[in-house]
């Protein structure tokens, strides 16, 4: 498959448009808010500056790093990433204790802590619980401004965005497409619905599913709640905390009912074992017909077998709406604050930081991952053609943008401990073929008695 | 005679103190603070820690998913206790007379006690895996695909799956304590049974077993404590699921502890996990032992 060279020169102007689309969205402090104070202008930074090590300290200096491994080819970008920083710089040695875990990444983040081993230069996610213990510090200004937004916590900048968030969408095998005999992507849900059914007949399973990572759970699920809930209303998750809504209310329940005859139907039997670095071969291999997932997939299937012809789509709601992943949220490298007490680990981090955003090297990343630029400056990479339907989505004024359940923040963050359990309990919802609205109670329960267990720390 | 008494603590005190510094260290400091943790709102991650009494166990008590998994907890120990007990006897009673081979076999047999749980989680992960593991191919190639099954993804064979491979484990190491005992049962008790016509059966029921009655009670004790105990096999195989099919006491501790940022509940949860392997030892040594004497 050839590759196609796009210049992301839109990249400053996705973002001023993700910006518009924030602030247009809601008004409950998550993301609208944040994004307006990260747009002042300053000059991009200077990517041979970057990385040069004039500006690099002198002493030999070491500090660890920790990041989310759940996807091999993030893995395998921020791995080369360190070794060419340790070569440009052999007086810094990073120490990489990221390892493959079965746990999701707060568990694995928090053991770190637990034991005495919180990273020094730590990929954050859940940034307000980390910032609120103290564990890490505010972003250096000096790093802030090689940003074309940085989310706020409590109006303080945490970290330096390795991407923006990136749409989800279906991933699809032309050649199942075209047995099936579907020759066009669906204009609306049941449309997609009745292209499951024609895909079923010719023989393949139609979706294949990485169940047993918890997160991989999450795309599908939020999928149904931004189209049912958050794009109709941002602040849901506020509102949900103030008791004003309820799981069992039409959107979450409908979102849910959509989910659940989707997973009984045409998703592949093995997808509560199936991990989420399983799906890309079972894809290729003509096992199932589709993915649900990132464009950080793209390269992972294009590497199982470069002849696999592949397109990419998002799926549209019943009415034909499009509806993505796609605004800001607080997330990226953040300085821990042990960390941040000793100056030489600071300018020693910093310097990685540039050297990871500078021009040359980030684009390296960015093709590894097919990830959106989150720097000022311009950045040009080769990429896979399905990266330009990307890129497309996410310029587009008429696709509405949004976030995933536990991906807002401010008044929107939903209690930490909420989604595994959630996600874990919407796969119950399937194994036992229960009632939608039974359930929705129990995660209504759930919610309130994490809101109450949490306002009691 | 006073002072040599005096003298003799005092050397008793002096070899004790290393000792008991590392153990007041690392175990009764931990669990003193554990206590004191499980009456706290603390998330394992702020400075603040909040007294809240006993709502985290009146929480526990009210929990649906705590009585979940402690309902998987006891299936698990139940099972497991009698199978891998089961398992070992066999075991150590055909290694015991096997004419060749013999250490071999006893090699064999032990060899999985020596992999750690996580490695052996891995190692069935992959055979068990729908798409991809041996046993589903297996299946396919002998003409039994219909029996194929999501062995770790299906709410009735995930349990399952964990308790085989549990007892494929652990077997092992009960049968050495089984085939000590074995050993140590005089040869002319099962001869004379057998001149006076017993079978295998009833030299078995009526000689072997009654004369295991010791080994019995050692390795019922431990394997009804790691069974309680389970977290490896659960952490790697399933991570609880699917839903919370396979979620154990162990595992939520960790997982509400950890996970969740609630190491004040998590604790909670360990100090009544605590209490219960306490009180089934108990109940079980005393039984057991009742048991020996009658014997």
Redesign the interface.
Known sequence: MAQKRIVQTAAPALALALMLSACGSGNGNNGGAADSSGSSSSAPASSAAAGSSAETPAKDVTFTIGYATGDPATKKAIADTIDAFMKANPHIKIKDMSEGT???Y??WL??K??VGEFPDLVEMRDTK??A????IVELPSDLVDLFSSVPEVDGKKYNAPITLNAPEGIIYSKKAYADAGITEPPKTYDEFLADQEKLKTSGITPIVVG??D?FHMGFWLNKFLIDEVYVGDPDWNSKRTAKMTSFTDAGPVQAMTDYKELFSKYV???????ADN?TA??LVSG?AAQLFSGPWMFTQIHDADPSFDFGFYALPDRQGNVNVVGLPSPAGWSLSAEAAKDADKVEAMKTFIRFFFAKEQYSKYLQTVNGIPSTKEEVQYESLPQMQDVLKLMSDPNVKKSLPINNWWGENQIP??FR??YY??M??LV??NGDVKEYMK?ADAEYD?EVK??A?? | MAAKRKSRATHTLVFLIPALALYTLFVIAPTLSSAYLSFT????????I?F?GF?NFA?IWNS?RVRNALKNTLILTAVLVVLENAAAIALAMLVDQVRWARNLFRSVFYFPVLLSGIVMGFVW?II?????GVLNQLLDLIGLGSLKA??????RFALVSIILSTVWKQAGYYMIIYLAGLQGIPQELTEAAAIDGAGRWQQFKSITFPLLAGSLTVCSVLSMISSLKIFDQI??MT???????TETLTYIVY??G?????QG?GTAMAMVLFLLILIITVIQVKLLRKREVQL
Do not use: C, M
């Open positions: 079965t746990t999701s707060l568990d928090k053991t802590d637990a619980i980390f609120d213990s103290g564990k169940g047993k918890i592949d039997k093995g997808w509560l074992s199936t399983q071969s079972i096992k930490p401990q595994d359990w874990k309990l796969q119950e194994l036992k129990r008695a267990a949490n009691q720390q | 709102s603390w998330d394992g991650v702020s400075t603040k909040h809240i709502d929480e649906e992960t068990l895996n729908y798409n991809f999501d062995w770790l993804g299906s709410p952490a790697v991570d609880g699921g699917p839903g919370f099919a997982k509400v950890f996970g969740e940022l609630r509940f």
